[in-house]
């Protein structure tokens, strides 16, 4: 990397950390650290919101996927804002009645703890490894333009990330989420201008419609493809659903809105964000495409990276890879918190009982440390996986997001009991630990239905979890100590 590109990366880290820490203020208790005492303004979560779930997977394997094949994944995020709109009509509200502290604090409302533990744990799981798939992701642009090695790519990520974090709570982690957001998009209009100019300028677009790389909707009803219209309007509104109305990463964040409405309009707001986003860098791949950077053989996760290497001029290189890095730091940020807050309120708390809000402050900065070296360390599993980081992600997540989603469509009904809900989870995870491990890990064992597409995925598991919970509710009795309001409205 030249001179001029390594000096504006240094400078963007320092600024992206020294940010952080300045904005941090001063955390005076665990209300402080997790949700900035619920009073961060609503566009600033929205935009961390489109922060934390594109991160570097967007960044890097979307532009891949457009200059191999089409624009069909922009069918995903259609059915995200779907999604998004039934949670905050449905979900949202329940968050905001009383006092709660992640987004399983309602379970053990409508349950009873060991309920909420098992969430807890599910989420724990599922957010540690996808987000080391995404701690690696980075690593792979800094190999190829730095020459660094992976692991030093993703020790690097992982240290800077930790200290603002571990300072400065989820008020630094939003207020860098939305510099860098501010950043990374700029390097990709960047990067479009300069790859559409290589190619002859817009008309250049006429060769990719030519060509068929414009095509955005495929209308055929397939559970075996991946991209699709029905696939992405179903599976991406279920996914949504799960990852907007169940997942701690992101609803931690609506929980430090300062009012229901806001929270709504930070949701839905995202939503379109991300329809305008995802477009920005499948264009991206394709104006890759159009300048000859994909080469047949070459990795779809190494095209933007190496055009980046090679084709971008002193300066502006270094800017897109600091939108990059800063990238990756945002969403290892919101990952290493949320991970921590579900350690703290959903665990330590709730198993000791501890109230005292100077402790839990204590207990969370602990956690982050240790999540902070467990995604680090996992990251370094993922260095010889083939499958593109974006799918290996959302499949990972999706593995859990189905089972998730069910349980609290399973709140929804009077019959079912605690152990029922747990019941379904366990049988809803070992239905589907096949389906998605075996897509990813060669000769998994009991691999069934080997061809379902991963946008499935979610669906199939919230039909198998519901489906067993009732089942199960029919054999008992419900139990009217358990039987309460779920917040839907």
């Known amino acids: 990397m030249r001179p001029l590109d390594q000096a504006i990366v240094a400078l963007y880290v320092v600024a992206a950390l020294g940010l952080g820490l300045v904005l941090a203020g001063r955390q005076r208790d665990a209300g402080d650290y997790f949700l900035g005492h619920r009073g961060l303004p609503w566009w600033a979560i929205m935009l961390s919101i489109v922060a934390t779930e594109s991160s570097v997977v967007t960044v890097i394997s979307v532009p891949g996927l457009a200059a191999t094949g089409n624009l069909t994944f922009l069918q995903l995020p259609l059915g995200y804002l779907v999604g998004r709109i039934g949670v905050a009509a449905l979900l949202l509200r329940g968050y905001f009645a009383g006092t709660q502290e992640t987004a399983y604090t309602r379970l053990e409302h409508r349950f009873g703890g060991r309920a909420r533990r098992t969430a807890a744990a599910i989420f724990l799981g599922t957010r540690s490894v996808a987000d080391a798939v995404r701690v690696f992701a980075t690593a792979i642009p800094l190999a190829i333009i730095t020459h660094w090695s992976l692991p030093a790519g993703i020790l690097a990520v992982g240290l800077v990330t930790l200290v603002y974090t571990w300072v400065g709570g989820i008020r630094a982690v939003v207020w860098v989420d939305v510099m860098q957001l501010g950043v990374y998009v700029l390097g990709g209009v960047a990067t479009l201008i300069v790859a559409l100019g290589l190619a002859g300028g817009a008309d250049a677009f006429t060769t990719a419609l030519q060509a068929g790389k414009l095509q955005v909707f495929d209308f055929s ?76 053989g070459l990795r779809s996760d190494a095209i933007y990276p190496g055009f980046i290497a090679t084709r971008l001029p002193a300066g502006l290189a270094g800017l897109v890879v600091a939108g990059i890095l ?164």
């Open 221 to 296: 009803f397939s559970l075996t493809r991946t991209y699709t219209f029905w696939g992405g309007l179903i599976g991406g509104a279920l996914l949504a659903s799960a990852s907007h109305g169940t997942d701690h990463l992101i609803v931690q964040r609506l929980l430090a809105s300062k009012s229901l409405r806001d929270a709504r309009r930070a949701l839905i707001g995202s939503g379109l964000c991300v329809i305008v986003l995802f477009a920005l860098f499948l264009l991206v791949g394709t104006s890759l495409w159009l300048a000859g950077a994909a080469e047949p």
């Open 326 to 489: 800063a990238a990756a730091m945002g969403t290892h940020a919101s990952a290493i918190n949320s991970l921590a807050s579900a350690t703290t309120h959903d665990f330590y708390a709730g198993l000791t009982g501890e109230r005292d809000p100077q402790r839990l402050l204590r207990v969370g900065r602990a956690a982050s440390l240790v999540w902070a070296l467990v995604l680090v360390a996992g990251a370094m599993l993922f260095r010889k996986q083939n499958t593109p980081v974006v799918q290996l992600a959302l499949s990972v997540a999706s593995l859990t997001y189905g089972c998730l989603l069910g349980m609290y469509v399973l709140a929804g009904s009077r019959r079912a009991r605690q152990i029922d809900a747990i019941v379904a989870v366990a049988v809803g995870m070992t239905l589907m630990a096949p389906v998605v491990l075996g897509a990813i890990i060669p000769h998994f064992p009991f691999h069934w239905l080997p061809g379902l597409a991963w946008p499935w995925y979610v669906p199939l598991g919230t039909a198998v979890t519901v489906l067993t919970g009732l089942a199960a509710s029919l054999v008992g009795q419900s139990d009217s100590r358990t039987v309460g309001q779920v917040g839907v409205d």
